[in-house]
């Protein structure tokens, strides 16, 4: 709420300075008025825009944040001259007497906390916290400074306070520029630790930005600890070229960073220019634009009236402004039509839904079944308001559950909270987690996790003539995760009423199901692994039941067919906090493997997918891509990419030999520094967690799943104890620390915070493993192999006979107790590790 309120005053301030040309004389001021006058216009235009149309995007509210408060910086040299044009005197000290450029650095920091996006377990993004939370300190004490020196300035607290206020510059403008000079910089190093494209767009907007202010506030910082480069620009043909040059500078700022926002899709600009174009700029902003060109004429009129008119109307002032006024009142006129044409030009936006409506009211008639019908819809969807998904959850002869068309989503209770509030007549409903206006918070946790796990954003109820609830139309996200805007929610209750039409029409008996839904439980069969629908929809029923295998079946994880979009096909494996199955991907038609991890609440479900989002935009050739996370009955399923060679540990015993394994161990350890350069961490090498593409590539496994199943332990209700039964294999949570036991190094078993070198530990452990063919402290038991690693150390003198004695020196420097005699970092790991390869 203050941030509004100084918002508030910043726009204030910089709209009355937009009346100064109407009473402005020839000043003293060495920059010229004219250039400063447009700065204010580019940034307070700018900012009111963002600002009233940002309150979806945090991103958005807090730049033009920014914006307004640096407009408000060059307007208060105007609101001396502006004043006499305030009516009400008292305003005019008001807004004279404030400073709202003190906390553009908090803004321009918020800004950077939350650009780029990136998964913020890293060190930076708590200094970036630390730095936001100093520099709404700093400016709240420059605020209040400038204040008391301006309003008291008479009393003790004025002249303690005196060296912070504005008017006296020194350390006013040098707090300003550090906090401000700081945060550009910030962004583009946290940048590095970004997805692909996000580092590209950072890049791209963090340039624009610098090239304007780093000069400018350069500059203001030099001035002030240096009174050489002071007495230098304090010349009045020195300012006056540095100010050009500056100010100039200043207006490549929404010019660069426009072609940013636009070329890299900095924001949400679909989302920007529909609310400008419908709130900010059809009510605000364009009337404010035109109505002060035109307040402006009259008042300069008023000021010449003892002139004749011919001579009044003919100054230079008054014909630019009269000629700003009539452009104004003509784009006020016409808003809507030029927003909308803007916002198809720029962003390529989605058909006339209008247009896609009646071309989907035509071809629904040709459907004769609801599946067809369902997906007729889903693409016309997609092209009315960009939908990636869309589905008819429907009524049927089981009165117990609604089912989806296809059969791709799970059952829907007929109890559930949706279904009844889609029972009563009304509009469509929000739905979609972390979303504003959602009901999502207000919903049972059965009914949260059907929203996650079917990607739910918005429901529509199906009402036949004569008030028959038939079922809901659920759309899943946008494509780009836009999100919807409120005309959406009108073009889908119009295809919802479209829908219901053709559902009259379709052949299938409505009283019938649609289809055979195959999101139900599945069996396993405990020898060969191979996955199949259960009997009766029911896996309990087959539990005496046989395999053609002849090994008996138990009741799966997961369905047969995951979300319409996975086959489910074999399990591969099973660990501490889950099981891994093979699929096929029904889409794309490859085969991928599916982790499930311990079941969740929704809300948790929520960040882990936005957590996994983000580190599948990281892609390394020696990591095992993560396509996603699904999740089925609060079970979160990690999508990853499925390796057709098997792991490490199948082919332990044995071993490799000591120059296969030295190599293994310098590619992986190169995959190690890409990833701790970005700020990730695997936290769980081990031989099975080292798999093979089918051309032999090595590649990470679980990359970013110990991060994930962190929280999911954490938030578990059920989180696996941590006893002797334990295996030293399996991943799960020992002391509070999440990996797998045999794996963790010393500092980790004494409750250390995770950090690069648990990775590298993890490593060289491995390759000692493969050398020698199994875990130096497999023969004891887990309890007293955790005590030896943390008290003693591991069996060198073992190794020692074992393996080449370069290979053996290296492993005792790299697995030594002491970390500061191990490598520090994945680089230095590899080049070890290569050097002592070329030793063998």
């Known amino acids: 709420m203050w941030s509004f309120v100084v918002l508030t005053v910043a726009g204030l301030q910089s709209l009355l300075a937009l009346l100064a040309p109407i ?17 204010l216009l580019a940034f307070c235009g700018g900012g009111l825009v963002l600002v009233l149309s940002g309150r979806r995007d945090a991103r958005t509210y807090y730049l033009g944040g920014f914006f307004l408060c640096f407009a408000s910086a060059a307007a208060l040299r105007f609101l001396p001259v502006a004043a006499p044009l305030v009516q009400v005197a008292a305003v005019a000290r008001f807004l004279q007497g404030l400073y709202p450029d003190a906390m553009a650095p908090w803004f321009l920091w918020q800004f950077v906390r939350r650009f780029p996006r990136v998964v913020r377990f890293e060190t930076g993004g708590r200094i970036i916290d630390v730095a936001t939370g100093l520099s709404l300190l700093s400016g709240g004490v420059l605020f209040v400074a400038s204040l008391v020196v301006t309003r008291a300035q008479e009393t003790t607290l004025a002249e303690l306070l005196h060296p912070l206020a504005r008017k006296t510059g020194g350390l006013y403008w040098l707090v300003l520029s550090a906090f401000l000079l700081g945060a550009p910089v910030a962004a583009w190093w946290r940048a590095r630790r970004a997805e692909a494209d996000e580092r590209r767009r950072t890049r791209w907007f963090v340039s624009g930005l610098a090239i304007g202010i780093l000069p400018l506030f350069s500059t203001v910082f030099a001035e002030s600890v240096s009174p050489t480069i002071a007495r230098f620009f304090a010349e009045p043909s020195h300012r006056y070229a540095q100010g050009v040059v500056l100010y100039v500078l200043l207006l490549t700022i929404p010019v660069t960073t426009g072609y940013a926002v636009l070329a890299h899709r900095i924001l949400d600009l679909r989302f920007v220019l529909h609310r400008a174009a419908q709130h900010a700029l059809a009510r605000s902003v364009v009337f404010l634009l035109a109505a002060i060109p035109s307040v402006a004429v009259l008042l300069g009129l008023a000021r010449r009236r003892h002139l004749p008119l011919s001579e009044a109307i003919s100054s230079p002032s008054v014909l630019w402004l009269g000629t700003a006024s009539a452009l104004g009142w003509l784009c006020y006129a016409n808003r809507r039509r030029l927003l909308s044409r803007l916002e198809r030009l720029l962003v390529g936006t989605r058909e006339d839904a209008a247009t896609v409506l009646a071309r989907f009211s035509k071809e629904a008639g040709e459907c004769r079944q609801a599946d067809e019908l369902e997906s007729l819809l889903e693409r016309r969807l997609g092209e009315a308001v960009t939908a990636e998904s869309a589905a008819l959850v429907l009524t049927h002869g089981d009165a117990r559950a609604l089912r989806a068309a296809r059969g791709h989503y799970p059952d829907l209770p007929a109890d559930s909270g949706i279904v009844e509030l889609a029972r009563v007549p009304g509009g469509s409903i929000v739905v979609a987690p972390e979303v504003r206006n959602s009901i999502f918070s207000w919903l049972v946790e059965d009914d949260q996790q059907w929203v996650v796990a079917t990607h739910a954003c918005l429901v529509a109820p199906l009402h036949a003539p004569g008030d028959f609830f038939r079922g809901i139309l659920v759309l899943g996200p946008t494509r780009g995760g836009a999100g919807y805007m409120p005309v959406d929610l009108r073009v889908l209750a119009a295809f919802a009423a479209t829908t219901v039409l053709a559902l009259e029409r379709v052949e299938a008996d409505p009283g019938a199901p649609m289809s055979t839904s195959r999101s139900g439980p599945a069996a396993e069969c405990s020898a060969c692994g191979i996955v199949s629908e259960a009997r009766d929809g029911n896996p309990a029923r087959n539990r005496f039941g046989r395999c053609t295998c002849g090994g008996a079946l138990r009741p799966a994880l997961l369905p047969a067919c995951l979300h319409g979009k996975f086959e489910v096909e074999r399990v591969l494996g099973r660990g501490g906090m889950g099981v891994v199955y093979q699929a096929v991907d029904l889409e794309l038609g490859r085969s991928v493997a599916l982790k499930t991890l311990p079941q969740q609440r929704a809300h948790a479900i929520v960040r882990m997918r936005r957590e996994a989002r983000s580190m ?42 000591p120059a296969e394994a030295l190599e293994l161990g310098a590619i992986l350890a190169n995959a190690l520094a890409a990833m701790h350069a970005r700020g990730f961490l695997h936290r769980d090498i081990k031989p099975q967690n080292i798999g093979f593409a089918a051309d032999g590539t090595p590649k990470l496994l679980d990359f970013g799943l110990a991060h994930l199943a962190s929280e999911a332990i954490a938030d ?9 039964s334990l295996s030293g294999q399996r991943l799960t949570r020992t002391g509070g620390v999440v990996g797998t036991p045999l794996y963790l190094s010393p500092e980790m078993l004494r409750g250390e915070a995770p950090s690069p070198a648990q990775d590298l530990w993890g490593l060289h452990l491995v390759v000692w493993e493969a050398i020698v063919g199994c875990h130096p402290l497999a023969r004891l038991p887990l309890r007293k192999a955790l005590q030896q690693v943390e008290r003693s150390g591991l069996p060198f003198d073992e190794l020692a006979g074992s393996v080449p004695a370069p290979v053996a020196s290296m492993l005792g420097s790299a697995l030594h107790r002491d970390p500061r005699r191990r490598p520090s970092t994945a680089e230095e790991a590899r080049a070890s590790l290569l050097a002592t390869l070329r030793l063998v």
Do not use: M, Q
């Open 23 to 39: 009473v402005w004389t020839r000043s003293e001021y060495p920059i010229p008025a004219s250039l400063v006058h447009v700065v």
């Open 716 to 724: 578990s209700e059920d989180a696996p104890c941590d006893d002797e």
């Open 616 to 657: 599948a935009g990281f892609l390394h050739p020696n990591l095992a891509l993560i396509f996603g996370l699904e999740a089925w009955r609060g079970i979160p399923v990690l999508i990853v990419e499925y390796l057709e060679r098997g792991t490490l540990a199948h082919r332990l015993p044995p071993g490799l030999p």
